[in-house]
């Protein structure tokens, strides 16, 4: 019940075109979902969270769609850049407690 | 770049072998959480240390150990060291271990031949 399920595990992507990773959790306590980004050599740096009260959540470029019947979460990134080549996590945790992260996501922005 | 530091950023140590990691925490936050990210996988959450007091801890043995000073930065302690412990040793400050708040350092990376 503790596992968050990510995929795909990674996703090539044309320079302009989205990219979209899925989510999928098992605990309904679970009320905190963020994606991180983590460049080679680097921490994981918080891109975007959403709490389950709303379905969708816009930063830029980048969007989290939230389906809670389904339980399933997942980041759009509109225009994929270059710049956006990392991997990607998403996790969930319940009351600020410990995050539990899904296994990544290797994107490549092809240019 | 966020102002979590962590030293040393790589270590070679030998199975059995003791190790210790440490963490300065940003700037306004008190709350300190340890990760341990193998190859290619997501964090694992080891444990969080909020007003020098262990508050959490995953699912890791008591070889994992940590510490927390007064200035809020942190120490993670591991004994009899194991092949398997290689990873990223990943350290977050964050206030009051609110998650929005949670900044990254970025890592020690930990070999144990």
């Known amino acids: ?45 918080l891109l975007i969270a959403i709490r389950p009260d709303v379905s969708e959540k816009k930063e830029g470029r980048f969007t989290i769609s939230f389906n809670k019947s389904a339980k399933q979460f997942s980041l759009h990134i509109m225009d994929s850049q270059p710049g956006d080549s990392a991997t990607y996590f998403c996790a969930a945790s319940k009351s600020d407690y410990q995050l539990i992260w899904g296994a990544g996501t290797k994107l490549i922005i092809k240019p | 770049e966020t102002g979590v530091t962590q030293s040393p950023t790589h270590l070679i140590k030998t199975r059995g072998q003791q190790v210790t990691l440490r963490c300065s925490s940003q700037s306004g936050h008190n709350t300190v ?24 801890r995953g699912n890791f043995p008591p070889r994992f150990s940590g510490l927390q000073f007064p200035n809020y930065s942190s120490e ?8 398997d412990d290689s990873a990223l040793y990943l350290c977050a400050s964050s206030f009051q271990g609110r998650q929005e708040t949670q900044y990254f350092g970025p890592g020690t990376r930990l070999l144990v031949l």
């Not at chain 1, 992507?13 to 979902?33: P, R």
């Not at chain 2, 444990?47 to 262990?54: K, S, W």
């Not at chain 2, 993670?76 to 092949?83: R, T, Y």
Request: hydrophobic share 30%; aromatic share 16%; glycine share 10%.
């Open chain 1, 1 to 45: 019940q503790q596992q968050v399920k990510q995929s795909p595990q990674s996703l090539i992507v044309q320079k302009g075109g989205i990219s979209i990773i899925n989510c999928a959790y098992e605990n309904t306590a679970f009320d905190y979902f963020p994606w991180y980004q983590q460049f080679p050599g680097k921490g994981p740096a």
């Open chain 2, 33 to 56: 959480s340890w990760y341990q990210q193998a190859l290619g996988q997501g964090p694992q959450f080891i444990f969080q240390y909020y007003r020098e007091e262990e508050n959490g």
């Open chain 2, 76 to 83: 993670l302690n591991v004994n009899a060291l194991e092949l």
